[in-house]
């Protein structure tokens, strides 16, 4: 039997998925290059049926922000290994159509390129497309990143290039600074080293959002597998690689992160910083050194590597990313351990509480400290009037803690909350861009470079005829100082907290204390999450089923505890707090009539369900708020444990 005709057999058998078997014998006979062909060749003859299913039985998604997968297979043949390079680089990555490859890059490529392109002729615009790509380290990041260029000029673009890794915040900056139409950065974040993404930015330097997002979708899902192979080899001669200025620039706007320089002159301390084998350290220890924060790194982590060698998951969010980085703290006496993840955008930390030890703390209490210290800082600057303004916006996703809520609404300042992912708070950003622009023009005949703006100028222009953005932070360790890039920025955050720590240390206060007395202010604001991890094709059906029956029969009670509201996002007109709707999703927030509340969704970049659980009470004084803590997280506990145990009844069928 030929290749084609075991899978057929397989198909027939029930052992392959009907999409799988159109879309392997679609491959098969696309002319794909030998090395893929053979792939396909040697998973059929180990009879790797699951392994097929889950490379082919559907195209990846390419979602609202870009798209992301393995690289790597789960079962790797020959043809595909090949060999390997010094950092465990496979030859070629992994053959499918459900998989980051060539194939799926260049796809990805043209639709962006037809739906800009297009884009621009609508607007009258004729010159040619401008491209700006970065990259992060992973498995062929580099790779990926010269065959999009490479794709882009062929289509008759302008494609600009870094000349090595570079984080997700220089890519956003950047956009704007060449005024760029689009941008693209190669990166899977935090996942395991066998994955790598594609992220799609517009000309705002946000990932995409309505209208362009459902405009490239269409055009990507257009593009025609027999295409592609007129774009697999490489041609780099019209790509423009980006020099020190684009450097340079970036690094001077991510510099004005720190709101009181003059602090880390006043005050001195220690601090350890790693860039998990990432690209953060390009930026992140020239701003520290450069501000005057002594500054360690942990020299096994330094360099770049796909393999992320020295930990389970280069992801800040996890306690064992840090330990090395807090083994260090230990021995040469820092205070505080910062960590980026691969492409720069997520920053966690530890600090040393009052009893000398190191503490880890959550992406919800790094954005709640810094929240409270930046609006409080922009008061004493005048930049926001002490008593607050109706022009001045923390801006936060719903799942994230509503502790940054109250420290708003105690400070006098709007909370606007968006959907999770920071493209909401970037779109945000635009739209106060634009209602600024649109006054000045209408009330004072003003036509704003936008991009000229310092932005001290920036608060006093929003603080008359607009919303300054004074902070944005998402519960996943993601953090953004001001509206110069519009993406989260892990290099800028890393400055953030470092002036933060400074300022606890000259009040005599440790962070952790300082946390405490938001807490003991605003309420005991403890959170918890969930997440349910389910792979490939059936894995997909289950998150399904989890979000489906979530909105076909609403939970009514968890234990004892009824469930006092529930809004599905997805069906329900919801609007923030500027008035404006929010977009439909599948997202569902549920209220405990114990005062308690969760927010549930499906990960846009990961196969999993994620749970996300806010749990408060009232605090009379501080002597009181330990045993607050503890009854707190023994409900949350209690709590955390019935929501999982009813999302997977859901996801079997229960």
């Known amino acids: 039997m030929t290749v084609l005709e075991k899978i057929r057999a397989a198909g027939q058998s029930g052992r392959l998925l009907p999409g799988s078997v159109e879309n392997l014998s ?111 380290v992973r498995h062929f990041s580099r790779h990926f990143c010269e065959l999009a260029a490479s794709t882009w000029s062929r289509l008759g673009g302008v494609a600009f290039i870094f000349d090595s890794p570079r984080s997700t915040p220089q890519l956003s900056f950047t956009v704007r600074w060449l005024k760029a139409h689009c941008g693209i950065v190669i990166t899977a974040s935090h996942n395991p080293p066998h994955d790598n993404g594609f992220k799609a930015y517009f000309e705002d330097g946000a990932q995409v959002v309505a209208p362009h997002d459902q405009g490239i979708i269409a055009e990507v899902n257009a593009v025609p597998l027999t295409e592609l192979g007129a774009f697999l080899a490489l041609d780099l001669a019209r790509a423009i690689t980006l020099g020190r200025p684009a450097d340079d620039a970036y690094l001077a706007v991510a510099a004005q992160a720190a709101l009181d320089p003059a602090l880390f002159k006043r005050v001195k301390f220690k601090v350890v910083y790693t860039n998990l084998h990432g690209t953060g350290g390009i930026a992140t220890v020239p701003l520290l050194a450069h501000a005057g924060v002594s500054v360690t790194e942990v020299h096994e982590q330094v360099a770049f590597d796909p393999r992320f060698p020295t930990v389970k998951s280069p992801n800040p969010e996890n306690a064992e990313a840090l330990s090395r980085g807090i083994a260090l703290a230990e021995k040469n006496g820092a205070e505080v351990v910062m960590a980026t993840d691969p492409d720069g955008d997520r920053m966690g930390c530890a600090v040393r509480n009052r009893a000398g030890r190191m503490e880890l703390l959550t992406g919800n209490q790094i954005g709640a400290l810094l929240a409270d210290y930046r609006i409080t800082k922009c008061k004493e600057i005048g930049w926001i009037p002490p008593d607050g303004s109706a022009h001045a916006a923390l801006i936060k996703t719903f799942v994230t803690t509503p502790l940054q809520d109250a420290i708003g609404r105690g400070h006098g300042v709007k909370v606007i909350n968006t959907l999770t992912g920071f493209k909401w708070i970037a779109a945000k950003l635009h739209g106060y861009e634009r209602q600024l622009k649109g006054a000045l023009l209408a009330q004072e005949g003003i036509a704003l470079d936008y991009d000229e703006l310092p932005l001290a100028a920036r608060a006093r222009l929003h603080g008359r005829l607009g919303t300054f953005y004074v902070f944005g932070t998402e519960e996943s360790y993601g953090y953004l100082p001001n509206d110069f890039v519009r993406d989260k920025d892990g290099n800028a955050a890393c400055l953030m907290f470092a002036e933060l720590c400074a300022w606890v240390k000259s009040r005599g206060l440790t962070v952790p204390e300082y946390l405490d007395e938001l807490y003991v202010k605003h309420g005991y604001f403890l959170e918890g999450v969930i997440n349910i991890y389910y792979e490939g094709a059936t894995g997909a059906a289950k998150i399904r089923r989890i979000l489906d029956t979530y909105r076909a029969r609403p939970p009514a009670a968890f234990g004892d505890v009824r469930v006092a509201k529930f809004e599905d996002f997805g069906r329900q007109t919801i609007r923030d707090a500027d008035g404006e709707e929010i977009p439909k999703q599948d997202l569902y927030f549920v209220t405990l009539a114990n005062g308690y509340s969760f927010a549930g969704r499906g990960s846009g970049t990961e196969p999993k369900m994620k749970f996300y659980i806010f749990a408060q009470a009232k605090v009379a004084g501080a002597a009181e708020l330990p045993a607050v803590k503890l009854q707190v997280k023994a409900e949350l506990d209690r709590l955390k444990a019935l929501i999982e145990a009813d999302a997977k009844s859901r996801a079997e069928g229960h």
């Open 26 to 136: 679609a491959w098969l006979g696309a002319s794909l290059p030998a090395w893929a062909g053979a792939g396909i060749g040697e998973l059929v003859a180990q009879e790797a049926w699951g392994e097929l299913n889950d490379r082919f039985y559907r195209y990846l998604e390419f979602g609202t922000g870009g798209m992301r997968g393995r690289t790597i297979g789960v079962v790797s043949v020959p043809a595909e290994t090949g060999r390997l390079s010094p950092l465990g680089t496979p030859e070629h990555p992994a053959v499918g159509s459900n998989m980051l490859n060539d194939f799926t890059v260049v796809r990805a490529t043209i639709g962006l390129y037809r739906y800009v392109h297009r884009y621009l002729e609508q607007a009258g615009r004729y010159d040619a497309p401008k491209l700006v790509i970065a990259h992060d």
